[in-house]
């Protein structure tokens, strides 16, 4: 017997806009900007973990618009580790002719509703790897602190993050690196975490002068 086999495929989770009302809940996780192959052009997602421990993608739009979409500037404001819900609400016509309408989503988040438990968990891990997270709170002399105990490899590779960010983002101090970087690639700036942020760093387009 062998596990290569199409029943034994893993599949990814996508929210599906299949009528009105279908909706999705669960702990926003992580946000990424990945190649979208079909549109040729980046896109937003959305990572969330549902109840039964299921996890889940939510597409945005175009990181690069000039007009984010509706779906985007509602999550700005929303912090990992909330637990939130994506409903399809209604269609907008398109003003173009001969095309779709676009299906709208609303978000809908409230700053006191958290994953106390994942919360927690990601406390714990940057804990363990001195690591730097933005979005729980952790101050400025405490990611100066983690930078301080980086082996020599590692120094390497933040000094190769601050270079991509500054010819990808336009940041300059270290302060910028670290919330610009967060903020585009989704990622948390911890050690385990680096290699990443290099490739979504290096997929970017560099910033227009």
Not at 149 to 157: I, L, N, V
Request: net charge negative; aromatic share 8%.
């Amino acid at each position: 017997m062998t596990i290569f086999n199409d029943d034994n495929k893993v599949k990814s989770n996508w929210f599906q806009k299949n009528k009105i009302g279908d909706s999705i809940e669960g702990t926003y996780i992580a946000k990424r900007i990945v190649m979208n192959q079909l549109r040729g052009k980046e896109q937003i997602i959305y990572e969330l973990k549902a109840a039964d421990g299921q996890f889940w993608n939510v597409g945005g739009g175009d990181p690069n618009a000039k007009f984010p979409a509706g779906i985007d500037i509602q999550m700005r404001n929303v912090k990992l580790g909330q637990v939130i819900g994506f409903k399809y609400t209604e269609d907008k016509p398109s003003t173009t002719v001969g095309m779709n309408p676009t299906k709208k989503v609303q978000v809908f988040a409230n700053p006191d509703i958290v994953d106390e438990e994942w919360l927690k968990q990601q406390d714990d891990e940057n804990a363990i790897e001195g690591g730097i997270d933005p979005d729980f709170g952790v101050s400025d002399k405490t990611v100066l602190k983690a930078f301080e105990k980086m082996d020599e490899a590692t120094d390497d590779m933040i000094g190769h993050i601050n270079k991509l960010a500054e010819e990808k983002l336009g940041a300059i101090t270290p302060e910028e690196v670290k919330d610009m970087v967060a903020e585009k690639t989704g990622l948390a700036f911890i050690e385990k975490n680096l290699d990443k942020i290099v490739e979504a760093l290096t997929a970017l387009p560099a910033k227009k002068k």
